[in-house]
């Protein structure tokens, strides 16, 4: 079984920065997928950013040119660098890896709440203040 383990997050103004990280481990698959999700309280989950195996990488259009996802050269470790960071980017924010079925696995799942993966991080809480 896949074991996803976060660090990361806490409290920061608008416009600070804050780095996320995400270790896999246990039975990690031959070519398989990171992702980035997050959910706001009474918002539903929403994708963030994605990895592909071959490291082709997406981002959802709030993020982009503000945060960057990124892997070790093991590809075991995932991480989410955020700047510029406003309130409305305050929520859990989830680590997501699934065997990359197809080569854009991951990016199709960040359109559509994640509801494709299947393993998943604990969730690190996320919180900019105004």
């Known amino acids: 079984q896949l074991k996803l383990v976060q660090s990361g997050g806490g409290s920061v103004a608008a416009g600070g920065s804050l780095t996320l990280s995400c270790t896999a481990s246990?039975?990690?698959?031959?070519?398989?997928?990171m992702a980035w999700f997050r959910k706001a309280p009474g918002k539903p989950r929403e994708g963030v950013a994605s990895?592909?195996?071959?490291?082709?990488?997406a981002y959802v259009s709030a993020v982009k040119g503000r945060f960057t996802i990124s892997q070790d050269n093991t590809k075991a470790q995932l991480f989410l660098h955020m700047n510029n960071l406003k309130p409305e980017d305050t929520a859990m924010y989830y680590c997501?890896?699934?065997?990359?079925?197809?080569?854009?696995?991951?990016?199709?799942?960040?359109?559509?709440?994640?509801?494709?993966?299947?393993?998943w991080g604990p969730g690190t809480q996320v919180t900019v203040g105004s």
């Open positions: 246990g039975h990690i698959f031959k070519r398989y997928c």
């Open positions: 997501a890896a699934h065997r990359e079925l197809w080569s854009d696995y991951c990016s199709s799942a960040l359109a559509s709440e994640g509801y494709a993966i299947a393993n």
């Open positions: 990895v592909g195996n071959d490291g082709d990488i």
